[in-house]
């Protein structure tokens, strides 16, 4: 079984859409189940739609430095 640390190794990607459909379901039934990750995740989603009016349609590196910092603080790795 996955580990948090993986999901939020991938979020960016899901959220870049550079995921295929299982590694998307995947994710979706994690945050379900999941709370810091679908924090997690609802705060980069903000911030990625925000940058991606116009400026990027990548998720900005700070960001993703942001999210794996709060993974680290937040997420068990064993
Ligand atoms: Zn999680």
Redesign the pocket.
């Known amino acids: 079984m996955k580990k948090?640390k993986d999901?939020c190794d991938r979020l960016s990607d899901y959220l870049d859409k550079e995921l295929g459909e299982n590694e998307c379901i995947l994710i979706e039934e994690?945050l379900d189940n999941?709370g810091?990750?679908s924090l997690i995740f609802e705060g980069l989603k903000t911030t990625v739609l925000v940058c991606s009016k116009g400026i990027s349609d990548e998720v900005p590196e700070e960001v993703r430095a942001r999210l794996k910092q709060f993974l680290r603080n937040n997420?068990r790795t064993d």
């Open positions: 948090c999901f994690h999941c810091p990750c997420c």
